[in-house]
């Protein structure tokens, strides 16, 4: 059974830091790009960035370059997004995704987690 689990989402001060982290077990984790999502209340679904199988590659969506890492430990199953400098407008659920996409339809399925909430705010 695939299992993609959240966790590490809060309430941050503009301008703070929170360290997600994805929990994953079903799959070949060290053979699967993986990438976060998130969706602010009232809006679409927006890919926030992807890692490639080794790590060695990373992309990002504009609104987060700079600001947010991500990273991942095959030998672990564990994805994590760090984000720093974190502004009001990147409150949202954000959810870890088994694949790369940015190309492909953000439409939640199995291969995605629950989410985590992540509100900044004074």
């Known amino acids: 059974e695939v299992r993609l689990v959240e966790s590490g989402g809060g309430l941050v001060q503009p301008g703070g830091s929170l360290r997600l982290s994805c929990a994953t077990s079903?799959?070949?984790?060290?053979?699967?790009?993986m990438s976060w999502v998130r969706q602010a209340p009232g809006k679409g679904l927006e890919w926030v960035s992807v890692?490639?199988?080794?790590?060695?590659?990373?992309y990002y969506a504009d609104s987060v370059k700079g600001r947010f890492n991500i990273s991942r430990d095959n030998a672990e199953n564990a994805l994590y997004l760090e984000m720093d400098s974190l502004e009001p407008e990147d409150t949202a659920m954000y959810y870890c995704?088994?694949?790369?996409?940015?190309?492909?339809?953000?439409?939640?399925?199995?291969?995605w987690g629950q989410g985590t909430q992540v509100t900044v705010s004074s």
């Open positions: 079903g799959f070949t984790f060290s053979g699967t790009d």
């Open positions: 890692v490639s199988t080794d790590g060695g590659r990373t």
């Open positions: 995704a088994a694949g790369d996409y940015r190309q492909r339809p953000l439409v939640p399925n199995h291969w």
